[in-house]
Structure formats: structure tokens, C-alpha cells
């Protein structure tokens, strides 16, 4: 069983960059796993925001696309999502999500404002 982390999340200002960290907090390999960033404004559903696969395949919202990077550090054991030229309507709560077969794994989320 998976215990999801992220970090990395803070105030920025627009044009700011941030960069996402997802780990098991037992130090688990995700190699193996389809994991994807998500994020959800108060008011708002939840969207997608990047996906990895385990063979190396990435997708990006619309709103992320030439912004965002997800990347794999199998040595660390960790997914990151690089955010840059961030605008304020990236505000909101970023959450990570790990699969494997029949099994997802959420993390807590960790914040992220984009503000003057």
C-alpha cells in the first residue's frame, strides 16, 4: 500500500516556477505505476493536470501544455511536476495519483498560490 506525498507547493508570483514532488512516504518505487497530477480550485472540480506512465509516456492538460513537465526520478523514487511561467489561475490545491492494475493511491495535495 502506497502513502502518497507531495511537497513543493508555496506563493509565487505569476511568471514563477515550482516544482511538484510525489513520493511514498516508505520509500516504494513508482516505477511501475501510472502516476498523474491533478489540482482543484475551492468551487471547482477536480482536473487532471499531467500523467506519466510506467513505460515513459506523459499527457498534459491544455493548460499545462508548454508550462508543465512531469518527470520520473526512479533513483529518488519520485514524480515531479515542474510549473513554469506559472499564472494566477494555477492557484489551487495539487494532488497526485498513483496506479497500478485495480489500485489507486491519492496523496493529501499540497498548495500552491500564484499572486503578486
Known amino acids: 500500500q502506497l502513502h502518497l506525498v507531495e511537497s513543493g507547493g508555496g506563493l509565487v508570483q505569476p511568471g514563477g516556477s515550482l516544482r511538484l514532488s510525489c513520493a511514498d512516504s516508505?520509500?516504494?518505487?513508482?516505477?511501475?505505476?501510472?502516476v498523474k497530477w491533478y489540482r482543484q480550485s475551492p468551487g471547482e472540480q477536480r482536473e487532471l493536470v499531467a500523467g506519466?506512465?510506467?513505460?515513459?509516456?506523459?499527457d498534459y492538460a491544455h493548460s499545462a501544455r508548454d508550462r508543465f513537465t512531469i518527470t520520473r526520478d526512479p533513483a529518488k523514487k519520485t514524480v515531479y511536476l515542474q510549473m513554469d511561467n506559472l499564472k494566477p489561475e494555477d492557484t489551487a490545491s495539487y494532488c497526485c495519483k498513483a496506479v497500478l492494475g485495480g489500485l489507486t493511491y491519492w496523496g493529501q495535495g499540497t498548495q500552491v498560490t500564484v499572486s503578486p
Open positions: 506519466s506512465g510506467s513505460g515513459g509516456s506523459t
Open positions: 516508505k520509500a516504494t518505487s513508482l516505477s511501475f505505476y501510472t
